[in-house]
């Protein structure tokens, strides 16, 4: 390959300079380029009428079109099979090539290794009742939605946000602790909270003391949804939205629910996780944690980067 190559403009004004009379210094004065160059652009319109880039023939294929169809093929039908298994493949057919060929070849026809997402098991039940969900929901309008108070559990680790910081700092630096962002094995301990809350606001946020069961989900919901509803002007008619967790779907919690007359709001088994209190919890753990605590006791203040650092502390 040329260092440099120039435009098909320059190479037809060279031509048409020369059929106009003018020789090959005047034009090589003319244009700023080599005397040989013009030479070169002359010769070759002479020899084949023509100044656009002519096919070169450069090194052979080791494979031949048969195999390169058939390497894109196997990788279009088996998307997970791996560069070595294509490889052997080849090889047995007699075309020993190395794996960045094999690479080269697929992504010439479009084909890139890319990490495979991860998505739920889903039997066709399972989509069948997503759909039934979504197109049930289709003429649901906002001031219903407004009526869903939306609730769940979620674990704040002491040291446990996992979000990439950036950093100004100097070459070598990199591991100054004003420039490190400290963590602990097994995120140094946690604290289980469970809230609610609706377009109106936040309702009530509860510290889980110990392992959660049935009995004391039902305990917390005794003691803060319906305050929680009141608190935000629900109504009695308001709507509950919570996951499939088993304490919340046990026998005896179901019929507290049908005791208070609180309406559950459907949701399919394996369904995405569209609960918007997900994005609440982003913010609590992005905020607890620009905090810095050091502990999980209201009692302790500690300093790191000369700030007061507060305590992960959730009252009752």
Same mark, same amino acid.
């Given at each position: *390959?040329?260092?440099?190559?120039?435009?098909r403009q320059?190479?037809?004004?060279v031509?048409?300079?020369?059929?106009?009379?003018?020789?090959?210094? +005047?034009?090589?004065?003319?244009?700023?380029?080599?005397?040989s160059t013009?030479?070169?652009?002359i010769?070759?319109? +002479?020899?084949y009428?023509?100044?656009?880039?002519?096919?070169?023939p450069?090194?052979?294929s080791?494979?031949?079109?048969?195999?390169r169809?058939?390497?894109?093929?196997?990788?279009?039908?088996?998307p997970?099979?791996?560069?070595e298994?294509?490889?052997r493949?080849?090889?047995?057919v007699?075309?020993?090539?190395?794996?960045?060929?094999?690479?080269?070849?697929?992504?010439?026809?479009?084909?890139?290794?890319?990490?495979a997402?991860?998505?739920?098991?889903?039997?066709?039940?399972?989509?069948k009742?997503?759909?039934?969900f979504?197109?049930?929901?289709?003429?649901?309008?906002?001031n *219903?939605?407004? +009526?869903?108070?939306?609730?769940d559990?979620?674990?704040?680790?002491?040291?446990?946000?996992n979000?990439?910081?950036?950093v100004?700092?100097?070459?070598n630096?990199?591991?100054?602790?004003?420039?490190?962002?400290?963590?602990v094995?097994?995120?140094?301990?946690?604290?289980?909270v469970?809230?609610?809350?609706?377009?109106?606001?936040?309702?009530? *946020?509860?510290k889980i003391?110990?392992?959660?069961?049935?009995?004391?989900?039902r305990t917390?919901l005794e003691?803060?949804?319906?305050?929680s509803?009141?608190?935000?002007r629900l109504?009695?008619?308001?709507?509950?939205?919570?996951?499939?967790d088993?304490?919340?779907?046990?026998?005896?919690? *179901?019929?507290?629910?049908k005791?208070?007359?609180?309406?559950?709001?459907?949701?399919?088994?394996?369904?995405?996780?569209l609960?918007?209190?997900?994005?609440?919890?982003?913010?609590?753990?992005?905020?607890?944690n620009?905090?810095?605590?050091?502990?999980?006791?209201?009692?302790?203040?500690?300093?790191?980067?000369?700030?007061?650092?507060?305590?992960?502390?959730?009252q009752?």
């Amino acid at each position: *390959m040329k260092n440099k190559e120039h435009t098909r403009q320059v190479r037809d004004t060279v031509v048409k300079k020369f059929k106009a009379g003018f020789g090959y210094r +005047k034009i090589s004065q003319a244009l700023n380029i080599p005397r040989s160059t013009v030479q070169a652009i002359i010769l070759k319109w +002479k020899e084949y009428q023509t100044t656009a880039n002519l096919p070169r023939p450069g090194r052979p294929s080791k494979l031949s079109a048969h195999t390169r169809r058939r390497l894109i093929r196997d990788a279009a039908k088996r998307p997970m099979i791996t560069l070595e298994e294509l490889q052997r493949s080849t090889a047995e057919v007699g075309d020993s090539v190395h794996r960045t060929t094999i690479s080269r070849i697929l992504h010439k026809s479009g084909l890139y290794g890319r990490v495979a997402r991860r998505n739920p098991f889903l039997k066709d039940i399972h989509k069948k009742c997503r759909l039934k969900f979504a197109t049930s929901h289709l003429g649901d309008t906002p001031n *219903m939605w407004k +009526k869903v108070l939306w609730s769940d559990e979620t674990k704040i680790e002491l040291f446990g946000n996992n979000a990439k910081l950036y950093v100004w700092r100097k070459s070598n630096t990199a591991h100054h602790p004003e420039h490190t962002i400290p963590t602990v094995k097994h995120g140094g301990g946690s604290i289980m909270v469970w809230a609610c809350f609706s377009s109106a606001g936040t309702g009530k *946020m509860v510290k889980i003391d110990g392992k959660m069961d049935g009995a004391k989900y039902r305990t917390i919901l005794e003691e803060n949804l319906m305050e929680s509803a009141k608190d935000l002007r629900l109504g009695r008619r308001f709507v509950f939205k919570q996951d499939h967790d088993p304490k919340h779907k046990a026998k005896s919690t *179901m019929e507290w629910f049908k005791n208070k007359h609180i309406q559950e709001l459907e949701w399919p088994s394996q369904s995405p996780d569209l609960n918007p209190i997900e994005n609440l919890w982003k913010e609590l753990k992005t905020a607890a944690n620009a905090l810095h605590p050091t502990s999980l006791s209201s009692s302790c203040f500690a300093r790191r980067n000369g700030k007061k650092c507060q305590s992960l502390d959730v009252q009752n």
